[in-house]
DNA sequence: CGGCAAGTTGAGCCAGGTCAACTCCGGTGG
DNA sequence: CCACCGGAGTTGACCTGGCTCAACTTGCCG
């Protein structure tokens, strides 16, 4: 390791987790990004200001779980997504599409990125341009689930898909049946397009069937894994059906 | 215009919008992109092959509507998203998000490139990456915002949201009043997570408001947009529909 | 012009939203 | 150490938007 490594970078999730984006940049490439780049610790229910999206249009998230929220004109609010470590946030053409607020749902600890020297990274480093594409693409698949869960899944369909997006992002040791959940009840009620009572029932129903066991508020463990993905993916028989994946059965024509 | 222009690309809509990735290209580019990709064409309610995905796993859009299906088990179908003319497909890393069929929703035409050259493209031509990398982006905000329209809006708002995001997608001059709706009836209603009746029922209601007319079932005229921008923003005011302020309330995003 | 898919209209019903009351818990100060 | 407070979560009772089912009309293609 360099003895130039920028003192904040050698301490950042980004840049010791193999998968992102900082872990492929060179010492060179990191001093430089690093030296246009800033860090900032935003506590729960604050804002990443106008001024930091405009300055700094590209950034990552390094830890905490950051929200885009929209709020309707009669006060209703949703969280559209929510940004966890490693993802990367290019504002620079997100003019045409009225993005929300960006707000922080615990402590979020942020990467403010210059964008010419993110920009040069990309261009120079095939690693760190592959996983930066590999993290947008990610993200992209990540919403069109969201939107399909929203789209048609019940209250209990939702919680479940939930519990499965959450344990696959997390960092820790996969097949671990113990899932943190990072926000409030209230948050996760947001982001699920429900109401906090709901999301309060569907966890007891879940408990009660023993298919999940519910410890503190932000841990649960997963009883009966295969139960749980049965009703992720909307198999609404009472005993349930089959586990696999569902199979879609479609014309097939092109090749 | 280099003789050497592949035939194929000559006539294709994604070399010839000024926004799209291939226009980007030199001609020796489009050359040695073209020498291993092929175009592709799919009728309405084919998919996308398992052997194109596996072969071609990124492709671009030249014309028509694909759509991203996921089938719940007990038959409930939803459009996730939906890909038009110039959207890149990266389908390399969608592995870990299963991601469900890719089916046309009229017909398409899809150009099926080589992730090789593709990247080679990326990597060599900054014009190019941006473009790639703006549409990738641009794609991530839309499924998130189609995510917090499904989350948290009623039918005739999520209806009202749609006429909008049609009319900012489609390439012709913006400011035009008549959208053109490229879809059916039915698949309108899997990607606003709702049923067909209900859209037949909120397009009627729109047009009785005298917000929108009606006259071919795939093109609408947008009589008043101040009332349907409202609308779409969640103002459910009293007459949340005439024409009394014409206020221009465009989305909140913060405050 | 016949046949079928797509879309519309109407009547009834239920999942989940709404509202209000309650419990639980961590922090604070006397 | 305990009383108090406020925010978060839970529980119960009620209500409604939109789903469901079924019948009907319209539009399209051969």
Redesign the pocket.
């Known amino acids: 390791m360099s003895p130039h490594l920028p003192e904040q970078c050698s301490h950042c999730s980004m840049y010791f987790d193999a998968e992102n984006f900082c872990a492929k940049l060179s010492d060179d490439e990191l001093v430089a990004l690093n030296a246009q780049s800033s860090l900032v610790t935003i506590k729960r229910d604050e804002a990443v200001t106008e001024e930091t999206q405009k300055l700094h249009p590209v950034m990552a998230i390094s830890s905490g779980v950051l929200s885009l929220q929209h709020l309707l004109h009669d006060g209703r609010k949703t969280i559209a997504a929510i940004l966890m470590r490693g993802d990367i946030l290019d504002l620079r053409n997100s003019t045409r599409n009225q993005l929300g607020a960006l707000i922080a749902l615990n402590s979020v600890t942020l990467c403010r990125l210059s964008p010419v020297v993110f920009d040069a990274a990309i261009a120079e480093n095939p690693q760190a341009r592959m996983l930066a594409w590999a993290n947008i693409t990610d993200q992209t698949f990540r919403a069109i689930n969201h939107a399909a869960d929203l789209a048609k899944k ?3 369909e939702k919680l479940a898909s939930f519990i499965f997006e959450i344990r696959n992002r997390d960092v820790r040791v996969p097949g671990n049946d113990h899932v943190h959940i990072p926000i ?3 948050d996760l009620a947001e982001y699920l ?9 569907c ?2 129903d879940l408990a009660g069937r023993g298919i999940i066991h519910v410890s503190d ?1 932000s841990v649960i463990r997963i009883l009966n894994a295969p139960a749980l993905r049965r009703i992720s993916n909307g198999d609404r028989s009472p005993k349930g059906g089959r586990l696999d994946v569902p199979s879609f059965n479609v014309l097939v024509a092109d090749a």
């Open positions: 019940q209250a209990l409030r009840r209230r397009g429900m109401q906090p009572e709901t999301v309060s029932r966890f007891k508020l």
